[in-house]
């Protein structure tokens, strides 16, 4: 007798296993990659394993219950840098290929990442970070003296002074006045010496292929200007010149030499006018300083715009050069798929990865045209995949979390429908687990954020969560997502409220027509962000659903366009508002403003230190329902959570979240 398999239950986060950021080696029969888990107290760990592309023998290379992340070789194959914060701080660390135990590279007191090798495999560019009465000289100095400062020692938490309006992020938190600057470390004595000084934030550096000269992103926060910008920089060593090559007209980032050191490619977009742009691959050209948009007549977003719940912040190589200098390999985001594609220095564009799938991970051995994929799907969290081009081959590297055979799974149905305007949605439909023909089941509507991101092929925990307790969920695109042209995600700017939100109430008129097994009168809504944003709308505009789950949401664009990290400026270009000069078109647009007409029973979940949507705006919507008593209202508050609770917040947390939306829906629908 087979067995029987079993529902997805909440509680298997802890058993996932996340397969990140492959790297070939130098000599093409190599690759490392990351292994994340979760470990018996509940906290996230992630070590290195090396598997051969020969003979597919697999070796874990580093132990233990820390974070050992961005693996990279050396350019001559014989050593391999990490990022570890094994010994407290996050410090650059070293293997040998021939063995023998890891070594601490660097030791400096405010921590050292990214590295990334010069190409003699003698150095290596590092990011520190540096306040700008501080140089690196003076904090080893001070490290190697053991001193203590003579200033004034006062007992508390330190007063935060701020003088300039980009002083928080999300990711970051308070900045504290430290900038990110570039050092040489040496490879065999760990010394580092820095190699920028301005009062700038100095990412994604590369060397050029003669290791003279380097290339960064530099963005700027003292300047006021209204958006921020990344711009692209090339620094010389030899004669310590710098020189901004794109000119603060819009944002460049990820940059990668051509073999002959002539050309950077990179992906980004000029900031023409004020709206979301699609990021697209550029070229600049080092002689004659001028810069060419490679793909400016291909209507797709370059990047990985995806939406799911297995991975955040995962490596983007950005645009990588062939080994004959004719084009690029990068990542496009395109209906609901992420493929990579090769993009030919005429502009032509050849498939290498696509399908229904998401490839959120790649790397390339450019001599021989071997490739690894790390790639998810509907049923599948994350693998890799090895690539010979030159032989037509392709095989499985992993097959990370076998446990998932022993699990139910749902396999989504793409749909497509018609808007109210006629514009054409994409969507699509998971049944739920053990289905049976004839019962009918209740429906919940899942809203993406952003809202320039996209629903895609991709693992998605928590809707085969929801599938397993007994839900049918529709999950779709409305305009504003990624993946559908600069019109469409152009479309929701000034309208938030409008066409996306008939958008998605024509989907579930959509669904209901066309499925006979959903039940009108049993619907939920749920959504984070953006979808927070759209879930509070919804239950502000009609009585529709049952029972709804805002998340992380939006409900005053108001005091969002003055406390959010991006809310200066987001709410403008989106909202097409101003804080001060025209308050009442944010207001119009605001759920908050329409509380009193919520009579669905409504669960609002928060983290405490979102600073990208605020716990304020929680906070004003629960109490505005409240007052009004027509709706029963739940505010649940996730200590020292972030924007990111539903992807890489404590585990534990991650858990409440699911048990919460489930109870929720149970409990009303």
């Known amino acids: ?243 901004n090559l794109s000119d603060s007209k819009g944002t460049f980032m990820l940059p990668n030499w051509s073999p002959d050191g002539k050309i950077i490619a990179c992906v980004g977009y000029e900031r023409v006018f004020e709206q979301e742009k699609l990021m697209h691959v550029w070229h600049f050209e080092l002689e004659t300083g001028k810069r060419r948009c490679l793909t400016e007549k291909w209507d797709v977003h370059f990047t990985d715009a995806m939406v799911g719940d297995m991975r955040s912040g995962h490596v983007n190589p950005g645009a990588v050069w062939s080994a004959d200098g004719q084009g690029n390999y990068v990542t496009v985001s395109e209906q609901g798929r992420v493929s990579l594609y090769y993009v030919t220095i005429q502009g032509e564009n050849i498939p290498i990865v696509s399908g229904e799938r998401h490839v959120y991970g790649w790397t390339f051995h450019k001599k021989s045209g071997k490739a690894v994929i790390a790639v998810s799907d509907p049923l599948t969290p994350g693998d890799l995949f090895y690539i010979d081009s030159s032989k037509g081959e392709s095989k499985r590297l992993t097959t990370s979390n076998q446990w998932l055979e022993e699990v139910e799974l749902s396999n989504p149905e793409v749909i497509t429908y018609k808007a109210e305007d006629g514009w054409e949605i994409q969507g699509w439909m998971l049944k739920p687990a053990f289905y049976k023909r004839g019962e009918t089941y209740p429906l919940l509507l899942e809203i993406h954020g952003g809202p320039h991101a996209m629903y895609g092929y991709t693992f998605f925990h928590e809707l085969q969560l929801l599938a397993a307790k007994g839900y049918a969920i529709l999950y779709t695109n409305p305009r504003g997502s990624h993946g ?33 097994y959903l039940d009108e009168q049993r619907m939920g ?114 200590p020292d959570a972030t924007h990111e609770l539903s992807r890489s917040g404590d585990p534990a947390h991650r858990i409440a979240r699911l048990q919460a939306i489930v109870g929720w829906f149970e409990e009303y629908i």
């Open 525 to 638: 809504v749920t959504g984070g962000s953006y979808g927070g944003f759209m879930t509070n709308w919804i239950v502000t505009h009609n009585q529709r659903f049952r029972a709804a789950v805002t998340q992380r949401s939006i409900s005053n664009w108001i005091s969002f366009a003055g406390v959010s990290d991006i809310g200066y400026y987001f709410a403008k270009w989106e909202v097409q508002g101003d804080l001060v000069t025209d308050p009442d078109r944010l207001w119009q647009h605001s759920p908050l403003r329409y509380a009193q007409h919520v009579e669905t029973p409504l669960l609002i979940l928060h983290g405490e230190r979102d600073y990208r949507c605020p716990i304020e705006q929680a906070e004003q919507f629960f109490t505005a329902i409240k007052q009004h008593k027509k709706a029963p209202v739940r505010f649940m508050r996730f």
């Open 484 to 516: 559908y042209g600069q019109k469409f995600v152009n479309a929701v700017r000034g309208d938030y409220g409008g066409k996306d939100y008939e958008d998605l109430m024509s989907g579930v008129t959509y669904v209901l027509a066309h499925y006979d």
């Open 1 to 243: 007798m087979l067995n029987e398999k079993r529902k997805m239950t909440a509680e298997d986060l802890f058993r996932f296993e996340w397969v990140e950021d492959p790297q070939i080696s130098p000599d093409g029969n190599k690759v490392v990659y990351i292994q994340r888990t979760i470990n018996s107290e509940g906290k996230y760990i992630s070590n290195l394993f090396v598997r051969s592309l020969v003979d597919s023998e697999e070796r874990q290379w580093t132990f233990g219950n820390h974070r050992d992340t961005h693996p990279r070789w050396s350019p001559d194959g014989n050593w391999l840098a990490f990022e570890s914060d094994r010994s407290g701080d996050t410090q650059v660390w070293l293997l040998s290929i021939n063995g023998g135990e890891a070594r601490q590279l660097t030791g400096n007191k405010q921590g050292a990442a990214k590295p990334v090798w010069s190409p003699d495999s003698e150095k290596l560019l590092v990011q520190v970070r540096i306040s700008p009465n501080e140089t690196l000289h003076t904090i080893l100095i001070e490290q190697e003296g053991d001193r203590v400062s003579s200033s004034t020692v006062i007992k508390g938490k330190p007063v935060l002074q701020v003088d300039y309006i980009r002083y928080k992020s999300d990711e970051a938190g308070f900045w504290d006045g430290k900038y990110i600057q570039l050092a040489l470390c040496d490879r065999e004595s760990g010394q580092l010496r820095q190699i920028t000084n301005e009062e700038q934030d100095h990412l994604m550096a590369a060397w050029s292929p003669d290791g003279k000269q380097i290339a960064c992103c530099v963005m700027e926060r003292k300047n006021e200007r209204f958006y921020p910008t990344c711009d692209l920089w090339i620094h010389s060593l030899e004669d310590n010149s710098w020189r």
